[in-house]
């Protein structure tokens, strides 16, 4: 065999090999870009969950008792229980601020949606169920037209993941 054609073929080899490293090097990039993705998004909905989402269901729950307490009951922005209690005001805004952060992180796939929706993604929709008057009324108190619009779009994107409707009521049925 020719020294050349000996040459030739050791340089291919080399060639595919380096070529099959960086492919195997990129799909385990790739891999571990995902996995730190899903865990960025437990622990930041973890976070949420412990310091807002849980706060504000006990507020909720404590202002309007055990007995009319319904998880996707909407809060009736007009109800004197819910205008006399500024500390549920504040963990309302406080939660929504939070959610829209971390909703737009999701819609921009920072965080990752189908791991969210797996973590919180029912409760969430009924949780915005039960804030939802109050979000559009802070729409409109505040004069910000977009307050919790990317919020809204995730619950948009649950409730169609899931097929969920709305009936008259405001409860969430299953189409």
């Known amino acids: 065999m020719d020294i050349q054609i000996l040459i030739a073929i050791t340089s291919l080899i080399t060639s595919i090999g380096t070529i099959a490293a960086v492919v195997v090097a990129l799909v385990a990039l790739k891999a571990d870009h995902e996995r730190r993705k899903k865990q960025a998004t437990i622990e930041y909905y973890n976070d949420i969950s412990n310091n807002m989402t849980i706060p504000l269901r006990m507020a909720i729950k404590n202002t309007f008792g055990e007995a009319e307490y319904i998880i996707s009951q909407p ?101």
């Open 75 to 175: 809060i009736n922005s007009n109800d004197d229980k819910w205008k006399s209690n500024s500390t549920l005001q504040e963990k309302f805004i406080y939660y929504c601020r939070n959610m829209e952060r971390f909703s737009v992180g999701i819609l921009n796939s920072i965080y990752d949606f189908e791991t969210f929706d797996r973590c919180a993604g029912n409760s969430t929709v009924k949780l915005y169920r039960q804030i939802e008057f109050l979000i559009h009324k802070q729409r409109r108190d505040s004069n910000n037209k977009s307050f919790c619009k990317d919020f809204e779009i995730l619950y948009n994107k649950l409730c169609s993941k899931h097929n969920l409707l709305v009936d008259d009521r405001g409860e969430i049925i299953y189409s």
